[in-house]
């Protein structure tokens, strides 16, 4: 089992910037992808971007590419999702997401994992 917790949400301004963090823990060495998604009121879950666990590849969606970056710290078993230039559209329910061996996926049935979300809304 793996375990996430996310923190950092909040509301900010249109143009500002927020840093999530998720912190993992239970079977890390078992993670392969580590993915962020997220869920406006009434809409499917979105896919925002991955990272792989061990080599730090990224991979963004490109409503977000740019202006989000997804990093890591294996040490201490988190991972960071710093949101910039931020938009209205930007407000959702952000989660970490982490899979075990498919792999980078935008498809959000290939994550085993997922914390509880956490709010971030943007005002215009």
């Known amino acids: 089992q793996v375990q996430l917790v996310e923190s950092g949400g909040g509301l900010v301004q249109a143009g500002g910037s927020l840093r999530l963090s998720c912190a993992a823990s239970?079977?890390?060495?078992?993670?392969?992808?580590m993915a962020w998604f997220r869920q406006a009121p009434g809409k499917e879950h979105e896919f925002v971007g991955t990272i792989s666990w061990w080599h730090g590849n990224t991979y963004y969606a490109d409503s977000v590419k740019g202006r989000f970056t997804i990093s890591r710290d294996n040490a201490k078993n988190m991972v960071y999702l710093q949101m910039n230039s931020l938009k209205p559209e930007d407000t959702a329910v952000y989660y970490c997401t982490a899979n075990l061996n498919r792999g980078p996926s935008v498809v959000r049935s290939d994550y085993d994992y997922w914390g509880q979300g956490t709010q971030v809304t943007v005002s215009s």
């Open positions: 239970g079977r890390t060495f078992s993670v392969d992808t």
